[in-house]
């Protein structure tokens, strides 16, 4: 008797019917169709406006044109410790080996090396205010953009992002956290996981503007915990430290030596902006 299968009722071509490239390059198009309509639905609602001086642009998460140079980027040449900019470079940047500052030199820090997107001065201090104290966060696809383009050496091998956690206190007051909102961002278009726990507050500290650096680091000693639960997160991993601004190094210092402590394999810091 000769058995009737399943498979023997199909039309010959049942296997790649559905997924035919007419079929999908059509479905493509529809779905791009319908993307489109979407987004022109959404920016006749919400135009979208520049984050600096909320003027009419042609796309979101961007500056206009009279912004865009009133952001100071930091580009090479820079210190290869600090990410401090350079007045210049003896030679070609780079093909001597790292440069580093005379302050790296006489005061090294204890992470391995820091990125900034831009001098925390001007448009810049004003949208990470926003941020911070205005609870703004029109910018964090445009400050996700630029970390990633600031930190490309740093992302190239990294294990782990892990913003600086705040304490429990501001945490609550401010309702969130703008470090863990940047790495979020760099995570969505890098796919380096972030460890939102790996690095603990073990206590409060003093608010740290009109601080020394001194004043600073006596402020954050010792503030900083890799949690036992997280010590597999960070051992032996390469790691990027994620903050909004760079002032003295005094908290990136503190959360390095921390996470160096238990063995990470390499800490280096990645921010929005550096006071320099």
Known sequence: ???ITQSSKLPADAETWDNSPEQTSATGQGRQKLRN???RLIDTILPPLCLGCECRILSHDALCPTCWPK???IRAPL?????LPLPYSSGSYGTDGPIISAAAAADPPRYDRARAVAKFDGLM???VHDMKYQDSHNGRRLFGRWLADAGRELLTDAD???PIPLARFRLLSRRFN???ILASEVQRLTAIPVRHFALLRTRSTARQVGMSRGQRQRNVAGAFVVPERALGEVAGKK????DDVITTGATVSAAAQAMKKVGAARVDVLALALVC
């Open 1 to 3: 008797m000769a058995l």
């Open 239 to 242: 790691i990027i430290l994620i």
């Open 71 to 73: 952001i100071d980027f």
């Open 178 to 180: 703008q470090a863990q």
């Open 79 to 83: 210190c290869d410790r600090l990410g």
């Open 160 to 162: 782990a992002l892990v």
């Open 37 to 39: 309509a979407a987004r």
């Open 125 to 127: 201090r004003d949208l």
